[in-house]
């Protein structure tokens, strides 16, 4: 492939899943890299359904995050991973503005959730964009206590044969056997 196209390629294929195209290239290796930080509008994710959950300490508080998954979707060549964050409030030392990156200790680079696909032994890092930005929750994003913020993240779609996933969440221990989805 033509290096002009082959830089392209992650780009158009990020724009025709976000814009609802549909087709399934599912028996591909995951790729690192391709897609950015824009992520779905909260009134776009329907949070009725949780699939899986977790409840984690934070690093140097006193207090905890409940992470729930409300999807993890197969759309065209990406899947779509929308989960649900509350922030606990911290029984001591509690940030006034608090963030993913003060609450939970997110680095400020890097891909912070993955997926694991151990059926295969494949590990699934968020993509990027052209730009080069991760599409995941910006670590600047403004976090409330006690309020659950609606976030989303995007990956390369995966084998046709894998049926679940862990998923690992800004360093924490993975919430186990997520299953995958296919759009409706």
Not at 32 to 58: H, K, M, N, R, W
Not at 147 to 172: I, K, M, N, Q
């Amino acid at each position: 492939m033509r290096p002009a196209v082959k830089a392209a390629a992650p780009a158009l294929v990020v724009a025709l899943a976000l814009a609802g195209c549909s087709g399934n290239n599912r028996d591909k290796d995951p790729e690192d890299g391709g897609g950015g930080e824009d992520a779905a509008s909260a009134s776009q994710i329907s949070t009725d359904e949780v699939i899986a959950e977790g409840t984690f300490p934070y690093a140097e508080h006193k207090g905890e995050a409940k992470i729930e998954v409300n999807g993890l979707t197969v759309r065209g060549d990406l899947m779509q991973l929308d989960f649900t964050l509350t922030p606990g409030t911290p029984s001591s030392d509690a940030d006034s503005s608090p963030s993913i990156f003060n609450q939970l200790d997110a680095s400020t680079s890097g891909s912070h959730i993955s997926l694991v696909d151990m059926e295969n032994l494949l590990r699934y890092e968020v993509v990027r964009d052209e730009d080069g930005e991760y599409l995941q929750p910006h670590v600047n994003t403004e976090l409330t206590y006690d309020e659950p913020h609606v976030l989303t993240a995007f990956f390369a779609a995966p084998r046709e044969e894998t049926s679940a996933f862990d998923v690992y969440f800004y360093g924490f221990d993975p919430i186990m056997d997520v299953p995958v989805q296919e759009e409706r």
